[in-house]
Protein backbone atom coordinates (compact mmCIF):
# COMPACT_ATOMS: atom_id res chain seq x y z
CA UNK A 1 0.00 0.00 0.00
CA UNK A 2 1.32 3.10 -0.77
CA UNK A 3 1.99 5.83 1.77
CA UNK A 4 -0.63 8.40 -0.20
CA UNK A 5 -3.35 5.82 0.05
CA UNK A 6 -2.77 6.11 4.36
CA UNK A 7 -4.98 9.04 5.90
CA UNK A 8 -5.12 10.02 9.58
CA UNK A 9 -8.26 7.74 10.58
CA UNK A 10 -6.05 4.47 8.72
CA UNK A 11 -2.88 5.41 10.52
CA UNK A 12 -4.50 6.06 14.26
CA UNK A 13 -6.82 2.41 14.00
CA UNK A 14 -5.69 0.13 11.37
CA UNK A 15 -2.13 0.11 11.13
CA UNK A 16 -1.13 -2.30 8.62
CA UNK A 17 -3.42 -4.87 8.32
CA UNK A 18 -3.68 -7.22 6.00
CA UNK A 19 -1.54 -5.36 3.34
CA UNK A 20 1.53 -8.13 3.32
CA UNK A 21 1.88 -11.32 3.17
CA UNK A 22 4.70 -12.05 5.26
CA UNK A 23 5.44 -9.99 8.55
CA UNK A 24 3.14 -10.44 11.10
CA UNK A 25 0.44 -12.95 11.36
CA UNK A 26 -2.95 -11.32 9.45
CA UNK A 27 -5.13 -12.16 12.36
CA UNK A 28 -2.92 -10.49 14.95
CA UNK A 29 -3.28 -7.70 13.05
CA UNK A 30 -6.68 -7.44 11.87
CA UNK A 31 -7.13 -7.98 15.92
CA UNK A 32 -4.89 -5.32 17.29
CA UNK A 33 -6.73 -2.99 14.77
CA UNK A 34 -10.07 -4.17 15.94
CA UNK A 35 -8.80 -3.24 19.69
CA UNK A 36 -8.06 0.25 18.68
CA UNK A 37 -11.29 0.95 17.12
CA UNK A 38 -13.39 -0.62 20.25
CA UNK A 39 -11.36 2.00 21.94
CA UNK A 40 -12.48 4.59 19.83
CA UNK A 41 -15.88 3.78 19.76
CA UNK A 42 -16.37 3.49 23.27
CA UNK A 43 -14.75 6.81 23.48
CA UNK A 44 -16.00 8.36 20.28
CA UNK A 45 -18.46 10.80 22.52
CA UNK A 46 -15.82 12.50 25.17
CA UNK A 47 -14.98 15.66 23.24
CA UNK A 48 -11.45 15.17 22.43
CA UNK A 49 -11.89 12.17 20.89
CA UNK A 50 -14.76 13.26 18.65
CA UNK A 51 -12.92 16.08 17.65
CA UNK A 52 -9.90 14.13 16.47
CA UNK A 53 -12.97 11.56 14.99
CA UNK A 54 -14.28 14.07 13.03
CA UNK A 55 -10.79 15.54 11.93
CA UNK A 56 -9.40 12.57 10.91
CA UNK A 57 -12.75 11.29 9.35
CA UNK A 58 -13.59 14.22 7.50
CA UNK A 59 -11.91 12.99 3.89
CA UNK A 60 -13.33 9.50 4.04
CA UNK A 61 -17.18 10.64 4.36
CA UNK A 62 -19.07 11.97 1.53
CA UNK A 63 -22.52 13.86 2.01
CA UNK A 64 -24.05 13.41 -1.09
CA UNK A 65 -27.88 13.38 -1.09
CA UNK A 66 -27.60 11.58 -4.67
CA UNK A 67 -26.07 8.79 -2.94
CA UNK A 68 -28.85 8.68 0.02
CA UNK A 69 -31.28 5.42 -0.30
CA UNK A 70 -34.37 4.11 1.79
CA UNK A 71 -34.79 0.41 2.08
CA UNK A 72 -35.49 -2.07 4.54
CA UNK A 73 -37.00 1.00 5.94
CA UNK A 74 -34.21 2.39 6.98
CA UNK A 75 -31.75 5.22 5.66
CA UNK A 76 -28.87 4.69 3.88
CA UNK A 77 -26.41 7.94 3.71
CA UNK A 78 -24.69 5.92 0.50
CA UNK A 79 -24.91 2.19 -0.41
CA UNK A 80 -21.48 1.21 0.32
CA UNK A 81 -21.46 -0.90 3.60
CA UNK A 82 -18.78 -3.13 5.43
CA UNK A 83 -18.51 -6.62 4.80
CA UNK A 84 -19.75 -9.10 7.39
CA UNK A 85 -16.61 -10.54 9.21
CA UNK A 86 -14.10 -7.83 9.80
CA UNK A 87 -16.44 -7.10 12.84
CA UNK A 88 -17.81 -10.39 14.30
CA UNK A 89 -18.26 -8.93 17.97
CA UNK A 90 -19.31 -5.42 16.88
CA UNK A 91 -16.83 -3.96 18.85
CA UNK A 92 -16.71 -0.89 16.16
CA UNK A 93 -20.95 -0.55 15.78
CA UNK A 94 -20.45 3.08 16.43
CA UNK A 95 -17.33 3.86 14.73
CA UNK A 96 -18.09 2.54 10.80
CA UNK A 97 -20.00 6.12 9.45
CA UNK A 98 -16.65 7.59 10.64
CA UNK A 99 -14.91 5.44 7.91
CA UNK A 100 -17.63 6.93 5.56
CA UNK A 101 -19.90 3.45 5.20
CA UNK A 102 -23.59 3.92 4.84
CA UNK A 103 -23.98 1.06 6.41
CA UNK A 104 -21.57 -1.79 8.60
CA UNK A 105 -22.99 -5.50 8.80
CA UNK A 106 -21.63 -7.01 12.45
CA UNK A 107 -21.22 -10.44 12.57
CA UNK A 108 -21.69 -13.43 12.14
CA UNK A 109 -22.77 -13.77 15.73
CA UNK A 110 -24.12 -17.22 16.65
CA UNK A 111 -26.07 -18.60 19.91
CA UNK A 112 -22.97 -20.33 21.40
CA UNK A 113 -19.74 -18.20 21.95
CA UNK A 114 -16.89 -20.06 19.89
CA UNK A 115 -13.08 -20.59 19.41
CA UNK A 116 -13.73 -20.89 15.71
CA UNK A 117 -10.99 -22.99 13.71
CA UNK A 118 -7.55 -23.87 14.96
CA UNK A 119 -4.64 -21.20 13.91
CA UNK A 120 -2.94 -19.94 11.81
CA UNK A 121 -6.49 -19.78 9.79
CA UNK A 122 -6.20 -16.01 7.74
CA UNK A 123 -3.60 -15.96 4.93
CA UNK A 124 -3.02 -12.61 2.81
CA UNK A 125 -2.41 -13.40 -0.98
CA UNK A 126 -1.40 -9.56 -1.86
CA UNK A 127 -0.20 -9.80 -4.87
CA UNK A 128 -3.87 -11.07 -6.33
CA UNK A 129 -5.83 -9.07 -3.63
CA UNK A 130 -7.01 -11.87 -2.53
CA UNK A 131 -7.52 -13.78 1.21
CA UNK A 132 -7.90 -17.20 2.17
CA UNK A 133 -10.02 -17.89 5.25
CA UNK A 134 -11.23 -20.67 7.71
CA UNK A 135 -11.82 -18.71 10.72
CA UNK A 136 -15.07 -21.01 11.75
CA UNK A 137 -17.26 -18.28 13.26
CA UNK A 138 -14.83 -17.52 15.96
CA UNK A 139 -17.32 -15.21 18.03
CA UNK A 140 -17.92 -14.01 21.48
CA UNK A 141 -21.87 -14.99 21.12
CA UNK A 142 -25.14 -13.25 20.87
CA UNK A 143 -25.47 -12.31 24.84
CA UNK A 144 -22.10 -10.83 24.89
CA UNK A 145 -22.31 -8.81 21.91
CA UNK A 146 -26.02 -7.41 22.98
CA UNK A 147 -23.74 -6.19 25.94
CA UNK A 148 -21.08 -5.12 23.29
CA UNK A 149 -23.80 -2.90 21.55
CA UNK A 150 -25.32 -1.57 24.77
CA UNK A 151 -22.08 -0.25 25.72
CA UNK A 152 -21.74 1.72 22.90
CA UNK A 153 -24.80 3.72 23.51
CA UNK A 154 -25.69 3.51 19.69
CA UNK A 155 -28.94 5.40 18.41
CA UNK A 156 -31.68 2.63 17.74
CA UNK A 157 -32.51 1.36 14.73
CA UNK A 158 -33.79 3.96 11.72
CA UNK A 159 -31.43 7.12 14.06
CA UNK A 160 -28.12 6.20 13.14
CA UNK A 161 -25.56 7.47 11.09
CA UNK A 162 -24.79 3.92 9.37
CA UNK A 163 -27.02 1.56 9.13
CA UNK A 164 -26.30 -1.73 11.10
CA UNK A 165 -27.13 -5.54 10.05
CA UNK A 166 -26.43 -8.12 12.14
CA UNK A 167 -25.19 -11.65 10.52
CA UNK A 168 -26.52 -15.07 12.16
CA UNK A 169 -24.82 -18.16 12.00
CA UNK A 170 -24.84 -21.79 13.45
CA UNK A 171 -23.29 -22.36 16.58
CA UNK A 172 -21.16 -25.32 15.61
CA UNK A 173 -22.69 -27.54 19.07
CA UNK A 174 -25.95 -27.49 17.40
CA UNK A 175 -26.80 -30.06 14.99
CA UNK A 176 -27.90 -29.51 11.27
CA UNK A 177 -30.89 -30.58 12.47
CA UNK A 178 -31.37 -27.73 15.04
CA UNK A 179 -29.88 -25.04 13.66
CA UNK A 180 -33.39 -23.14 13.26
CA UNK A 181 -33.46 -23.02 17.07
CA UNK A 182 -29.80 -21.79 17.12
CA UNK A 183 -30.66 -18.70 14.46
CA UNK A 184 -34.32 -17.96 16.58
CA UNK A 185 -32.58 -17.57 20.02
CA UNK A 186 -30.02 -15.07 18.68
CA UNK A 187 -32.23 -13.39 16.57
CA UNK A 188 -35.08 -13.08 19.09
CA UNK A 189 -32.43 -11.60 21.69
CA UNK A 190 -30.55 -9.21 19.01
CA UNK A 191 -33.64 -8.36 17.06
CA UNK A 192 -34.24 -5.00 18.64
CA UNK A 193 -30.81 -3.97 18.11
CA UNK A 194 -30.85 -4.74 14.16
CA UNK A 195 -31.53 -2.27 11.23
CA UNK A 196 -31.78 -5.53 9.22
CA UNK A 197 -30.74 -9.18 10.14
CA UNK A 198 -28.86 -11.84 8.01
CA UNK A 199 -29.03 -15.82 7.44
CA UNK A 200 -25.80 -16.78 6.50
CA UNK A 201 -26.29 -20.02 5.20
CA UNK A 202 -22.92 -19.75 2.80
CA UNK A 203 -19.47 -19.74 5.34
CA UNK A 204 -17.53 -22.56 4.10
CA UNK A 205 -15.90 -23.29 7.46
CA UNK A 206 -18.93 -24.77 9.32
CA UNK A 207 -19.29 -28.37 8.22
CA UNK A 208 -22.98 -29.13 6.87
CA UNK A 209 -24.03 -25.12 7.08
CA UNK A 210 -24.49 -24.49 3.31
CA UNK A 211 -26.59 -27.25 3.12
CA UNK A 212 -29.50 -25.14 4.67
CA UNK A 213 -29.50 -23.18 1.73
CA UNK A 214 -31.98 -26.25 0.35
CA UNK A 215 -35.63 -25.53 -0.20
CA UNK A 216 -36.68 -27.65 2.48
CA UNK A 217 -34.16 -26.23 4.63
CA UNK A 218 -34.25 -22.68 3.79
CA UNK A 219 -38.09 -22.69 4.11
CA UNK A 220 -38.15 -23.99 7.70
CA UNK A 221 -35.62 -21.76 8.48
CA UNK A 222 -37.07 -18.63 7.44
CA UNK A 223 -40.56 -19.91 8.88
CA UNK A 224 -38.93 -20.15 12.26
CA UNK A 225 -37.73 -16.62 12.21
CA UNK A 226 -39.93 -14.82 10.31
CA UNK A 227 -42.70 -15.94 13.36
CA UNK A 228 -40.87 -14.47 15.95
CA UNK A 229 -42.63 -11.27 16.89
CA UNK A 230 -39.55 -8.60 16.68
CA UNK A 231 -38.40 -10.20 13.40
CA UNK A 232 -36.67 -7.16 11.77
CA UNK A 233 -36.21 -7.33 7.95
CA UNK A 234 -34.49 -10.43 6.93
CA UNK A 235 -31.99 -11.30 4.40
CA UNK A 236 -30.50 -14.85 3.45
CA UNK A 237 -26.65 -14.60 2.29
CA UNK A 238 -25.86 -16.86 -0.46
CA UNK A 239 -22.64 -18.80 -1.90
CA UNK A 240 -20.52 -18.36 -4.80
CA UNK A 241 -20.44 -22.37 -5.36
CA UNK A 242 -24.11 -22.53 -6.02
CA UNK A 243 -25.04 -23.26 -10.02
CA UNK A 244 -26.93 -21.51 -11.66
CA UNK A 245 -30.06 -23.36 -11.04
CA UNK A 246 -29.74 -23.27 -7.52
CA UNK A 247 -29.40 -19.89 -7.49
CA UNK A 248 -33.21 -19.57 -9.45
CA UNK A 249 -34.19 -22.21 -6.78
CA UNK A 250 -33.09 -20.12 -3.81
CA UNK A 251 -34.64 -17.18 -5.63
CA UNK A 252 -37.77 -18.48 -5.66
CA UNK A 253 -38.27 -20.20 -2.33
CA UNK A 254 -36.91 -17.16 -0.18
CA UNK A 255 -39.23 -14.97 -2.32
CA UNK A 256 -42.28 -17.01 -1.61
CA UNK A 257 -41.30 -17.02 2.09
CA UNK A 258 -41.34 -13.17 2.79
CA UNK A 259 -37.26 -12.39 2.69
CA UNK A 260 -36.58 -9.05 1.82
CA UNK A 261 -33.58 -9.18 0.66
CA UNK A 262 -30.38 -11.10 -1.06
CA UNK A 263 -26.85 -10.78 -0.24
CA UNK A 264 -24.19 -12.04 -2.51
CA UNK A 265 -21.63 -13.82 -2.27
CA UNK A 266 -19.98 -15.13 0.35
CA UNK A 267 -16.43 -16.33 0.33
CA UNK A 268 -15.51 -19.16 -2.76
CA UNK A 269 -13.90 -22.78 -2.22
CA UNK A 270 -13.54 -22.55 -5.63
CA UNK A 271 -10.14 -21.19 -6.85
CA UNK A 272 -10.48 -19.94 -9.65
CA UNK A 273 -6.78 -19.84 -11.83
CA UNK A 274 -5.11 -19.94 -8.48
CA UNK A 275 -5.33 -23.66 -7.81
CA UNK A 276 -1.12 -24.02 -8.16
CA UNK A 277 -0.22 -21.08 -5.84
CA UNK A 278 1.36 -21.55 -2.45
CA UNK A 279 0.31 -19.77 0.28
CA UNK A 280 2.74 -19.57 3.60
CA UNK A 281 1.15 -22.94 4.91
CA UNK A 282 3.74 -24.27 1.80
CA UNK A 283 0.63 -26.21 0.50
CA UNK A 284 -0.98 -24.28 -2.60
CA UNK A 285 -4.47 -22.89 -2.59
CA UNK A 286 -5.94 -26.09 -4.39
CA UNK A 287 -5.59 -28.27 -1.00
CA UNK A 288 -5.56 -25.54 1.38
CA UNK A 289 -8.70 -26.00 3.40
CA UNK A 290 -11.39 -22.19 3.52
CA UNK A 291 -12.95 -20.21 1.74
CA UNK A 292 -11.05 -17.62 -1.28
CA UNK A 293 -12.10 -13.64 -0.73
CA UNK A 294 -11.12 -10.52 -2.58
CA UNK A 295 -10.04 -9.78 -6.24
CA UNK A 296 -10.67 -13.50 -7.96
CA UNK A 297 -14.58 -13.11 -6.92
CA UNK A 298 -15.09 -9.85 -8.58
CA UNK A 299 -16.25 -11.93 -11.81
CA UNK A 300 -18.65 -14.73 -10.34
CA UNK A 301 -19.90 -11.58 -7.84
CA UNK A 302 -21.10 -10.10 -10.74
CA UNK A 303 -22.12 -13.35 -12.81
CA UNK A 304 -24.29 -13.91 -9.20
CA UNK A 305 -26.01 -10.79 -9.20
CA UNK A 306 -26.82 -10.53 -13.00
CA UNK A 307 -28.83 -14.03 -12.33
CA UNK A 308 -30.51 -12.78 -9.28
CA UNK A 309 -31.48 -9.81 -10.73
CA UNK A 310 -33.31 -11.99 -13.20
CA UNK A 311 -34.80 -14.93 -11.45
CA UNK A 312 -35.80 -12.32 -8.75
CA UNK A 313 -38.11 -10.21 -11.14
CA UNK A 314 -35.96 -7.30 -10.09
CA UNK A 315 -38.28 -6.64 -7.09
CA UNK A 316 -36.12 -7.96 -3.94
CA UNK A 317 -33.29 -5.67 -2.87
CA UNK A 318 -29.87 -7.36 -3.70
CA UNK A 319 -26.73 -6.35 -1.90
CA UNK A 320 -23.82 -7.11 -4.24
CA UNK A 321 -20.40 -8.34 -2.12
CA UNK A 322 -17.13 -10.05 -3.31
CA UNK A 323 -13.82 -8.78 -4.84
CA UNK A 324 -15.06 -5.47 -4.94
CA UNK A 325 -12.07 -3.12 -4.94
CA UNK A 326 -12.28 0.17 -6.94
CA UNK A 327 -15.08 2.20 -8.09
CA UNK A 328 -15.13 0.72 -11.42
CA UNK A 329 -15.97 -2.91 -9.78
CA UNK A 330 -19.01 -0.74 -7.45
CA UNK A 331 -20.37 0.65 -10.31
CA UNK A 332 -20.80 -2.66 -12.51
CA UNK A 333 -22.19 -4.60 -9.50
CA UNK A 334 -24.88 -1.57 -8.83
CA UNK A 335 -25.73 -1.44 -12.65
CA UNK A 336 -25.99 -5.09 -13.01
CA UNK A 337 -28.34 -4.94 -10.18
CA UNK A 338 -26.97 -4.71 -6.85
CA UNK A 339 -29.32 -1.69 -4.49
CA UNK A 340 -26.20 -2.11 -1.59
CA UNK A 341 -22.80 -2.70 -1.95
CA UNK A 342 -19.78 -4.02 0.18
CA UNK A 343 -16.37 -4.87 0.92
CA UNK A 344 -14.03 -6.71 2.85
CA UNK A 345 -10.35 -7.96 1.33
CA UNK A 346 -10.70 -5.03 -1.20
CA UNK A 347 -10.87 -2.69 2.39
CA UNK A 348 -8.10 -4.12 3.76
CA UNK A 349 -5.78 -4.02 0.43
CA UNK A 350 -6.76 -0.77 -0.79
CA UNK A 351 -6.88 0.78 2.89
CA UNK A 352 -9.83 3.24 3.64
CA UNK A 353 -9.54 5.79 1.05
CA UNK A 354 -11.26 3.02 -0.88
CA UNK A 355 -14.24 4.04 0.53
CA UNK A 356 -14.20 7.97 -0.47
CA UNK A 357 -12.75 6.62 -3.85
CA UNK A 358 -15.91 4.47 -4.92
CA UNK A 359 -18.48 7.07 -3.73
CA UNK A 360 -16.98 9.79 -5.89
CA UNK A 361 -16.41 7.55 -8.55
CA UNK A 362 -20.26 6.87 -8.23
CA UNK A 363 -21.36 10.05 -7.83
CA UNK A 364 -19.12 11.03 -11.08
CA UNK A 365 -20.61 7.89 -13.05
CA UNK A 366 -24.02 9.19 -12.05
CA UNK A 367 -23.19 12.84 -13.32
CA UNK A 368 -21.76 11.66 -16.90
CA UNK A 369 -25.19 9.25 -17.09
CA UNK A 370 -27.64 11.76 -16.20
CA UNK A 371 -29.05 10.09 -13.20
CA UNK A 372 -29.76 12.44 -9.98
CA UNK A 373 -30.00 9.44 -7.40
CA UNK A 374 -28.30 6.35 -7.36
CA UNK A 375 -31.52 4.45 -7.80
CA UNK A 376 -31.37 4.94 -11.22
CA UNK A 377 -27.99 3.52 -11.61
CA UNK A 378 -29.66 0.11 -9.78
CA UNK A 379 -30.06 -2.86 -12.59
CA UNK A 380 -29.65 0.05 -15.44
CA UNK A 381 -26.88 -1.91 -17.20
CA UNK A 382 -25.09 1.65 -17.97
CA UNK A 383 -21.60 0.63 -18.74
CA UNK A 384 -18.68 2.22 -16.66
CA UNK A 385 -17.81 5.59 -18.96
C1 LIG B 1 -11.42 -13.03 7.17
C2 LIG B 1 -12.82 -13.09 6.67
C3 LIG B 1 -13.85 -13.42 7.52
C4 LIG B 1 -15.16 -13.47 7.07
N1 LIG B 1 -16.16 -13.78 7.94
C5 LIG B 1 -17.45 -13.76 7.52
C6 LIG B 1 -18.51 -14.02 8.42
O1 LIG B 1 -18.29 -14.22 9.62
N2 LIG B 1 -19.77 -14.00 7.93
C7 LIG B 1 -20.06 -13.76 6.61
O2 LIG B 1 -21.23 -13.76 6.22
N3 LIG B 1 -19.07 -13.49 5.73
C8 LIG B 1 -17.79 -13.49 6.16
N4 LIG B 1 -16.78 -13.21 5.27
C9 LIG B 1 -17.13 -13.01 3.84
C10 LIG B 1 -17.28 -11.54 3.48
O3 LIG B 1 -18.33 -10.93 4.17
C11 LIG B 1 -17.52 -11.41 1.96
O4 LIG B 1 -18.77 -12.01 1.64
C12 LIG B 1 -16.44 -12.06 1.12
O5 LIG B 1 -15.17 -11.89 1.71
C13 LIG B 1 -16.39 -11.49 -0.29
O6 LIG B 1 -16.14 -10.10 -0.27
P1 LIG B 1 -14.66 -9.47 -0.51
O7 LIG B 1 -14.13 -10.10 -1.76
O8 LIG B 1 -14.90 -7.99 -0.61
O9 LIG B 1 -13.86 -9.84 0.68
C14 LIG B 1 -15.46 -13.17 5.71
C15 LIG B 1 -14.41 -12.81 4.84
C16 LIG B 1 -13.11 -12.76 5.30
C17 LIG B 1 -12.01 -12.36 4.35
Redo the contacts with the bound molecule.
Sequence with gaps: MTNNKKNDLYNILLGQLLSQDEGID??IL?NSALNAIKFASLNRNFPIFSSILSKASNDLQRNNTSLNQIIFDSHFKNPLGL????D?NGVGAGLWSYFGFGFA?L??ITWHAQKGNPKPR?FRIAKEK????R?G?N?EGAKKFFKTIEKQKIPTPGNRPCVLGI?L?KSKITSLYEAHTDYALSLELLAPLADYA?I?V??P?TPGLRTLQGTQQIKKLIKTLKDLPNCPPLLV?IA?DLSNEEIDEISRVVKENGIDGI?A????LNRFNLKKLKIKTGNTLEIENG????????ER?LEVITRLRRSTNNDLPLIG?????SARSAWERIAAGASLI???????FEGPTLVPDILDGLILQMEKHGFRNIKEAIGSGEPWK
Design positions: AESAAGFKEGTLAALNMFNNGVNSSNKPIINTSGLSGLPLQGVGGICQIYTGWI
